[in-house]
T-cell receptor
């Protein structure tokens, strides 16, 4: 158990809908990262937050957004969903802003029908 | 453009023998490399890492070797155990405030009893 929790575990929704994925980092970790793992793309970095502020953006679509709250939990919002958004979404946390080892949650499997 | 490549999608070895997983990278800015292990329905679990100032790091049965001139790293598992069967991801990060990870596509290791 990495100490990172993600909810929900599974999510099934329809095209055009909006969903919110939630992540609680390990106790004491200030950085939260979001990654997407799709069948043909592998694990891709989406976005990082540190202590409530956005720090880096990767291959994140404009339809996607995230935030980190004062209690350090983070939410990833996915809107206008398309079939291609079906994937595993992982959250990871690390101690500091530029700490190398990241600890991953169990992931949320999103299925868009 | 894949900056981190794992060219072998799968590897099978006999229990007790050595497993060698390989990883190549193209971005010379990468200065920290990590290996993660992933079981089905779980998030990646951090295994071992190496800084670019070293060429070897050992932790129990796991050793990572880095050849900077060849832009190549490998993970050796000795002796291999059936419980090691999992997908192994190589990841790299470069200096900067975010330290997001760039992952390879993974290698499925199967250790046969």
């Amino acid at each position: 158990d990495s100490g990172v929790t993600q909810t929900p575990k599974h999510l099934i929704t329809a095209t055009g809908q909006r969903v919110t994925l939630r992540c609680s980092p390990r106790s004491g970790d200030l950085s939260v990262y979001w990654y997407q793992q799709s069948l043909d793309q592998g694990l891709q970095f989406l976005i990082q937050y540190y202590n409530g502020e956005e720090r880096a953006k990767g291959n994140i679509l404009e339809r996607f957004s995230a935030q980190q709250f004062p209690d350090l939990h983070s939410e990833l919002n996915l809107s206008s969903l398309e079939l291609g958004d079906s994937a595993l979404y992982f959250c990871a946390s690390s101690e500091g802003i530029s700490y190398n080892e990241q600890f991953f949650g169990p992931g949320t499997r999103l299925t868009v029908l | 453009d894949q900056q981190v490549k794992q060219n072998s999608p799968s590897l099978s070895v006999q229990e007790g023998r050595i497993s060698i997983l390989n990883c190549d990278y193209t971005n010379s800015m990468f200065d920290y490399f990590l290996w993660y292990k992933k079981y089905p329905a779980e998030g990646p679990t951090f295994l071992i890492s190496i800084s670019s100032i070293k060429d070897k790091n050992e932790d129990g049965r796991f050793t990572v070797f880095l050849n900077k001139s060849a832009k190549h790293l490998s993970l050796h598992i000795v002796p291999s155990q059936p419980g090691d069967s999992a997908v192994y991801f190589c990841a790299a990060s470069s200096p900067g405030s975010a330290r997001q990870l760039t992952f390879g596509s993974g290698t499925q290791l199967t250790v046969l009893p």
